[in-house]
């Protein structure tokens, strides 16, 4: 019982989504379209989508990442340097594609968000609109991006950067409501 309550806990509070190594699993279960099969820091395989088309990796390469938050992303510069409202568009087009894996024109939108690629069309404008029109939206995903000296090249470019679907605060909410009516039905069961 004890146990099963402390899984519940460290559930509900969960840790920080940051790490330090990424692995590209391959090969994709969709061509270039996501999500990838990708490993961080040597755990489960993890659905990710990369946001970038000019990058290339190859399977079984690992490298440094630093992750970022919608909090954070400002933070980040050079090639994958954007606004807090394109990493919006990102998070929106990429739970979009998490929802529809494999769909050619979702992953050309996300491509198409920072100059990495891919191309305008009714994806990347809906992202645009839907980000625009709800000023509050603040995507919960975190944008893993490749950092640090020796970093492999595949066709002479550094590895592609990702993001990790993270449920909204609203779900986190459902599950511990869920997990919390298990542990009164535990402990029920246990005085009973």
Known sequence: MKTFVLAATLLLVGSTAYADSLTFNGPTANGVNGPYSMSLNGGPATPMICFSDVNYIQGGES?????????????????????????NELGYLANELFANPGNANLQQAIWFVLGTGGASNSYYTAAVNYVNNNPNYMTSDVFYIPTGPNLPTVNGTTPQPFILQVPEPSSLVLLGAGLFGLIGLQLKKASA
Do not use: L, P
Not at 78 to 86: E, H, I, L, R, V
């Open 63 to 87: 490298w440094n990442v630093q992750a970022y938050n919608i909090n954070q992303v400002g933070a980040v510069v050079g090639q994958f340097a954007g606004s807090t409202a394109q990493y």
